[in-house]
């Protein structure tokens, strides 16, 4: 099916006082989509075999990628109900799962399925969504979100996460036979959480880690939530277990607290490592008490990967998740004091995949012909007032087809 958008505003260029930008330059456009990619942007399209679609002038932004979620273990679609004090930290939390995780099984796949629509209508047409196995629950979630994300195959894709959220060794070595066999089952990542915290043998971990993801050729997505120097060790195991496997997957770090702490010269080791050896990190913008945002841009800048998930939307580890990349980009800017048309539209790309319709130096990068055709029809004149503002989305775009669209009242710059 051809898509035909018409009257699409696209960024085409900044405006400079010196070497200053003070705004975004845009054009009105048509857009022809066939077979999911752009094919063709012009002033004016005729496409009498295609379905046509006024945009009214609304700007044209890639969509967004959830790239850390949960959507195996979630309140979302239930009832409200705040978590407990975590009294004994992260234990405090296994503990409940032995529990509320059988519990919910029977809810498990309605909220899935509501947590998915939810990223869709907030302009999502990737998820990454790690899923617990671990003794309680064994494979049991990795069934049901396997089957619940083959239903939108057709819209977004999405990678799955085997994540052993109670740990690796400290469940004795049968384990482990679980977990291949969640691997088995179609997981592109193999997960871990805090290994000197929960299973006291950092090496040990990581090397049964990266062996199962040599083994079953999947990437590798852990959850690094220490501080400091023992946060910085840690990654450095990471980096060192990388460079002696020559291993080529993608190592992921999410959260990495310890990068928000780090000496200077210690951070610039580490992040120089980082990126010589493709290690990506994925944070939710934290803003609780301590140093605990990382220095996104910096990193970036030093040439590491650093894109944005929500975590949880609500279940019993938090209450405050809100599934909208806008808002979490609006946060975003806000934490480190971005109120520059360029360093606010720049931050799009931590929740695009890298993507930004104006590179650094202006230059209109997206679209172009051939692109996947994943985009986001927004009330907005640029992106830096998408995020500054928090523009609404009307309508998401999933390779050439509208997967969900909604009236707005529309108030371009004036919103």
Same mark, same amino acid.
């Given at each position: 099916?051809?898509?035909?958008?018409?009257?699409?505003?696209?960024?085409?260029?900044?405006?400079?006082?010196?070497?200053?930008?003070?705004?975004?330059?845009?054009?009105?456009?048509?857009?022809?989509?066939?077979?999911?990619?752009?094919?063709?942007?012009?002033?004016?399209?005729?496409?009498?075999?295609?379905?046509?679609?006024?945009?009214?002038?609304?700007?044209?932004?890639?969509?967004?990628?959830?790239?850390?979620?949960?959507?195996?273990?979630?309140?979302?679609g239930g009832e409200w109900k705040?978590?407990?004090?975590?009294?004994?930290?992260?234990?405090?939390?296994?503990?409940?799962?032995?529990?509320? &995780?059988?519990?919910?099984?029977?809810?498990?796949?309605?909220?899935?399925?509501?947590?998915?629509?939810?990223?869709?209508?907030?302009?999502?047409?990737?998820?990454?969504?790690?899923?617990?196995?671990?003794?309680?629950?064994?494979?049991?979630?990795?069934?049901?979100?396997?089957?619940?994300?083959?239903?939108?195959?057709?819209?977004?894709?999405?990678?799955?996460?085997?994540?052993?959220?109670?740990?690796?060794?400290?469940?004795?070595?049968?384990?482990?036979?679980?977990?291949?066999?969640?691997?088995?089952?179609?997981?592109?990542?193999?997960?871990?959480?805090?290994?000197?915290?929960v299973d006291r043998n950092s090496?040990?971990?990581?090397?049964?880690?990266?062996?199962?993801?040599?083994?079953?050729?999947?990437?590798?997505?852990?959850?690094?939530?220490?501080?400091?120097?023992?946060?910085? &060790?840690?990654?450095?195991?990471?980096?060192?277990?990388?460079?002696?496997?020559?291993?080529?997957?993608?190592?992921?770090?999410?959260?990495?607290?310890?990068?928000?702490?780090?000496?200077?010269?210690?951070?610039?080791?580490?992040?120089?490592?980082?990126?010589?050896?493709?290690?990506?990190?994925?944070?939710?913008?934290?803003?609780?008490?301590?140093?605990?945002?990382?220095?996104?841009?910096?990193?970036?800048? +030093?040439?590491?990967?650093?894109?944005?998930?929500?975590?949880?939307?609500?279940?019993?580890?938090?209450?405050?998740?809100?599934?909208?990349?806008?808002?979490?980009?609006?946060?975003?800017?806000?934490?480190?004091?971005?109120?520059?048309? !360029?360093?606010?539209?720049?931050?799009?790309?931590?929740?695009?995949?890298?993507?930004?319709?104006?590179?650094?130096?202006?230059?209109?990068? !997206?679209?172009?012909?051939?692109?996947?055709?994943?985009?986001?029809?927004?009330?907005?004149?640029?992106?830096?007032?998408?995020?500054? +503002?928090?523009?609404?989305?009307?309508?998401?775009?999933?390779?050439?087809?509208?997967?969900?669209?909604?009236?707005?009242?529309?108030?371009?710059?004036?919103?």
């Amino acid at each position: 099916m051809a898509l035909l958008l018409k009257n699409v505003r696209l960024e085409t260029g900044y405006l400079y006082d010196q070497s200053f930008v003070t705004a975004t330059e845009t054009k009105i456009v048509d857009i022809l989509i066939e077979n999911g990619k752009f094919v063709e942007i012009s002033t004016t399209i005729e496409a009498n075999d295609a379905v046509v679609v006024d945009a009214k002038e609304q700007l044209l932004v890639p969509s967004f990628k959830e790239m850390h979620t949960h959507i195996d273990k979630t309140y979302f679609g239930g009832e409200w109900k705040a978590p407990s004090p975590a009294t004994e930290g992260i234990f405090t939390r296994f503990k409940e799962e032995a529990t509320i &995780l059988p519990k919910q099984l029977d809810v498990a796949a309605e909220r899935a399925h509501a947590m998915v629509k939810h990223y869709i209508k907030n302009g999502h047409t990737h998820i990454r969504t790690h899923v617990n196995v671990d003794p309680h629950i064994e494979t049991k979630h990795m069934e049901i979100v396997k089957h619940v994300l083959e239903s939108y195959q057709d819209q977004v894709t999405y990678e799955i996460v085997a994540f052993p959220q109670h740990g690796i060794l400290r469940n004795g070595p049968e384990f482990l036979t679980i977990l291949e066999k969640a691997l088995q089952m179609g997981a592109t990542h193999i997960g871990g959480v805090d290994p000197a915290l929960v299973d006291r043998n950092s090496r040990e971990v990581l090397k049964t880690t990266f062996q199962l993801a040599e083994k079953y050729d999947v990437a590798i997505d852990i959850h690094l939530h220490e501080q400091n120097t023992l946060g910085a &060790l840690e990654i450095q195991h990471i980096l060192n277990e990388i460079q002696q496997r020559s291993f080529k997957m993608e190592v992921t770090l999410s959260h990495a607290y310890a990068l928000a702490d780090l000496p200077q010269q210690t951070l610039d080791n580490l992040l120089d490592q980082m990126a010589a050896n493709n290690v990506s990190v994925t944070t939710t913008v934290p803003i609780g008490i301590g140093p605990i945002t990382i220095p996104v841009k910096y990193m970036y800048d +030093r040439g590491v990967k650093v894109s944005f998930g929500h975590d949880s939307l609500i279940d019993h580890w938090s209450p405050f998740g809100s599934g909208d990349t806008i808002h979490k980009l609006n946060q975003f800017v806000q934490r480190f004091s971005y109120i520059d048309e !360029w360093h606010i539209g720049q931050s799009l790309k931590y929740a695009t995949g890298g993507l930004t319709p104006l590179n650094e130096d202006g230059e209109q990068q !997206w679209p172009k012909v051939g692109d996947v055709a994943n985009a986001l029809l927004v009330d907005a004149v640029s992106s830096a007032h998408l995020i500054a +503002r928090q523009c609404p989305l009307s309508t998401v775009i999933s390779k050439g087809n509208i997967i969900h669209e909604e009236e707005i009242e529309l108030k371009g710059e004036f919103r």
